[in-house]
């Protein structure tokens, strides 16, 4: 079946704009994260969705970032008045039911902010 | 707190030769996981292996095995048979039944040379 996606593959924006990224999770899965990597780096946790409870927002690093899941599907990661240190790879996976289970990856977002 | 660390930035391995990289961990959980991810240049992470932390026996798939010592807290990797496609970057990565996201290594670099 469809892996995880993830849009768009490359965003180049300029310091202080809004970008949105999307992420669509393998059908049925019910947990979504969100994950940024930085050059050279790990990936550092952003945000975790589990069905209908409150998202753990714990790794979010300011309140220029946010992320909804609407109808339990599909996400966005909106990053306001971006950075230059916000540029990254933004990386989202998806798992079945929740921590348990494998976390599957999408392809990630490059984000370049000049 | 949960971390995980991979002390060999870079490693080397001759086709058709063996390759182990090191991961080891601090974990104050007792329902935990183990994954070892691989990022090709694509940035796709892969899942290679998973290794549930009450199972004492190692996990393996094809050439792909583990060396988990709990009690030490080490979980490496051993590649065999080494391929030009194994070549990527290798992330360890905890996860636990009491969290969602997973912690992740700062990654290994592994060359497979011709």
């Known amino acids: 079946g469809a892996g995880v996606s993830q849009s768009p593959s490359n965003k180049v924006t300029e310091k202080g704009k809004d970008v949105e990224l999307r992420c669509d999770p393998i059908?049925?899965?019910?947990?979504l994260y969100w994950y940024r990597q930085s050059l050279g780096q790990g990936l550092e946790f952003l945000i975790y969705?589990?069905?209908?409870?409150?998202?753990?927002k714990s790794g979010l690093p300011s309140d220029r970032f946010s992320a909804e899941r609407t109808g339990g599907s599909v996400s966005t990661l909106t990053i306001q008045r971006t950075q230059q240190e916000d540029s990254a790879v933004y990386l989202c996976?998806?798992?079945?039911?929740?921590?348990?289970?494998?976390?599957?990856f999408g392809p990630g977002t490059r984000l370049l902010v000049l | 707190a949960q971390t995980v660390t991979q002390s060999q930035p870079e490693m080397s391995v001759q086709e058709a030769e063996t390759v182990t990289l090191s991961c080891t961990y601090d974990t104050s959980e007792s329902d935990y996981y183990l994954f070892w991810y691989k990022q090709p240049p694509s940035r796709q992470m892969i899942l290679v292996i998973r290794?549930?932390?009450?199972?004492?026996q190692n996990a393996t798939e094809n050439r792909f095995s583990v060396n988990f010592q709990k009690a030490a807290k080490s979980f490496s990797l051993k590649i065999s048979d080494s391929q030009l496609g194994d070549a990527a970057m290798y992330f360890c990565?905890?996860?636990?039944?009491?969290?969602?996201?997973?912690?992740f290594g700062k990654g290994t670099k592994l060359s497979v040379k011709p």
């Open positions: 990565a905890h996860g636990a039944g009491s969290q969602g996201n997973l912690i």
């Open positions: 969705f589990q069905g209908n409870s409150a998202p753990d």
């Open positions: 059908s049925g899965h019910t947990a």
């Open positions: 996976a998806s798992s079945l039911v929740g921590s348990r289970e494998t976390q599957y």
């Open positions: 290794q549930e932390a009450y199972k004492q």
